[in-house]
T-cell receptor
Framework: SQTIHQWPATLVQPVGSPLSLECTVEGTSNPNLYWYRQAAGRGLQLLFY??????ISSEVPQNLSASRPQDRQFILSSKKLLLSDSGFYLC???????????FGPGTRLTVL | AQKITQTQPGMFVQEKEAVTLDCTYD???????LFWYKQPSSGEMIFLIYQGSYDEQNATEGRYSLNFQKARKSANLVISASQLGDSAMYFC????????????FGKGTMLLVSP
């Protein structure tokens, strides 16, 4: 069966510091991968998605970037965090033949 | 205009009763898909149920069913025999068009189940 991992689970970072969140999927090949952000009490905002290694589409221009160095690895990064980057970051995957997305446990980021 | 509208910020239901969570959508595509996800306090988004625009029967998964009314562009989630563990945020989402596409989520409905 497929599983999706995210780490860290919780992160507190100062403004201006770098960020690296990692997401990995097991049990499938060539998945579509997604990064979402959820502000407190709000819905999900799609940040990036990827249909293959090195292929990244950005939905919202911002302070963040994404990379997919391996088939089942998706990384969300920032060179300098802003206060507005605080939120709950969710990674998701789907089969390339399906629309149903399955989510990881999330990373709660607080920027102080 | 919002693609997915969930008009109920919060809903209350007693244990063992049924509850309906509303979702309306806006699309001009003929082919689309509708999803419901549950988000408990732990934060993880859990996939519940899917309905394709060409599916003639309403989708069902255990205690969850999707009341799909295409002409009204609504895709309400019905939870039968509510349990305390059903207390969570519920999100409706839509995929537009054929083939690969991203999902658009509504703002969610908070469901509280009381004993």
């Amino acid at each position: 069966s497929q599983t999706i991992h995210q780490w860290p689970a919780t992160l507190v970072q100062p403004v201006g510091s770098p960020l690296s969140l990692e997401c990995t999927v097991e049990g499938t090949s060539n998945p579509n991968l997604y990064w979402y952000r959820q502000a407190a009490g709000r819905g999900l905002q799609l940040l990036f998605y990827s249909v293959g290694i090195g292929q990244i589409s950005s939905e919202v221009p911002q302070n963040l970037s994404a990379s997919r160095p391996q088939d089942r690895q998706f990384i969300l990064s920032s060179k300098k965090l802003l206060l507005s980057d605080s939120g709950f970051y969710l990674c998701a995957w789907s089969e390339w033949t399906s629309d149903t997305q399955y989510f990881g446990p999330g990373t709660r980021l607080t920027v102080l | 205009a919002q693609k997915i509208t969930q008009t109920q910020p919060g809903m209350f239901v007693q244990e063992k009763e049924a509850v309906t969570l509303d979702c309306t959508y806006d699309t001009s595509d003929q082919s689309y898909g509708l999803f419901w996800y549950k988000q408990p306090s732990s934060g993880e988004m859990i996939f519940l149920i899917y309905q394709g625009s060409y599916d003639e029967q309403n989708a069902t998964e255990g205690r969850y069913s999707l009341n799909f009314q295409k002409a009204r562009k609504s895709a309400n989630l019905v939870i039968s025999a509510s349990q305390l563990g059903d207390s969570a945020m519920y999100f409706c989402a839509m995929r537009e068009g054929r083939g690969y596409s991203t999902l658009t989520f509504g703002k969610g409905t908070m469901l509280l189940v009381s004993p």
